[in-house]
């Protein structure tokens, strides 16, 4: 009973996924999104809105509304891979209908699930070409890290918590290089920075953005940071040789 969903409102939903075999592949007990937002598999973004609270639903997805022709590897040992071109049979109970994305606060350990989740989907996006998805579902997972929680997290928790929140932003750098915007970017890079100044992912990518812009005195600051932290890295050495050739005056034959 109750209204069905509306654009923007958020949904928590019991959702279990089989395949035709029987096999379990999804399995969570309160799965939050907003339908729209892309963070889901569009089966659930398209049967949830024609649900009422407290609905069960059964709906069978054809493979490009599941995991599509790649289908999907897992990151952990919890739930197996879902094959190539697999369709899924979803079972979902919508359990709840609110305004407003993670208006409430939430147990830490939630709000790391929410922004694996997000951050999951992103990637799946990103596997995809479809980087505009793609940085949408990382911005959500940011949203979820950054949201209220009921207590404040644990030492443990505080440190998945940033290292979760660094993860995103390099992601975030990477879908705005595909979509054009350097300057996006580099801001991305440089947040992630000032959460862990010795990441070794940001500061390769920002060295490589000022570079770019002609910074060089910069990108060689940066990138012989990244070299101290990693003397193999092959790009970075790549990197730095570039900028000392450009800096080089030509020699007079």
Do not use: W
């Not at 409430?104 to 939630?110: D, E, F, H, N, R």
């Not at 940085?135 to 918590?161: I, K, N, V």
């Not at 993860?167 to 920075?193: D, F, I, P, S, V």
């Not at 070299?227 to 790549?238: G, M, Q, S």
Request: aromatic residues 4%; proline residues 10%; hydrophobic residues 35%.
């Amino acid at each position: 009973g109750g209204p069905r969903p509306l654009p923007g409102q958020e949904v928590s939903v019991k959702v279990l996924g089989a395949l035709e075999d029987g096999g379990l592949v999804e399995r969570d007990p309160r799965l939050i999104f907003v339908p729209g937002h892309g963070d889901v598999v569009q089966a659930l973004e398209l049967g949830v809105p024609t649900m009422q609270p407290g609905e069960v639903s059964f709906f069978l997805a054809a493979f490009p509304y599941a995991y599509g022709r790649p289908g999907s590897r897992r990151c952990t040992t919890r739930e197996p891979d879902v094959p190539p071109e697999a369709p899924l049979l979803f079972e979902v109970t919508l359990l709840e209908v609110r305004d407003g994305p993670d208006p409430q606060p939430l147990p830490p350990a939630v709000r790391l699930r929410l922004g694996s989740q997000r951050r999951e989907r992103g990637n799946f996006h990103f596997a995809r070409a479809d980087f505009a998805a793609a940085l949408r579902s990382y911005r959500l997972s940011l949203r979820a890290l950054d949201g209220p929680t009921t207590a404040p997290p644990g030492p443990e928790e505080e440190e998945e918590l940033r290292e979760q929140r660094v993860k995103c932003l390099n992601n975030c750098a990477a879908a705005e290089l595909k979509l054009g915007r350097a300057e996006e970017a580099l801001a991305a890079c440089e947040a992630a920075l000032r959460i862990s100044p010795d990441n070794g992912r940001a500061l390769l990518r920002r060295g490589q953005l000022l570079a770019e812009q002609g910074r060089d005195a910069e990108a060689a600051l940066v990138l012989r940071r990244a070299l101290e932290l990693d003397p193999a890295n092959k790009v970075i050495h790549t990197e730095l040789s570039r900028l000392a050739k450009r800096q080089s005056p030509p020699s007079n034959s």
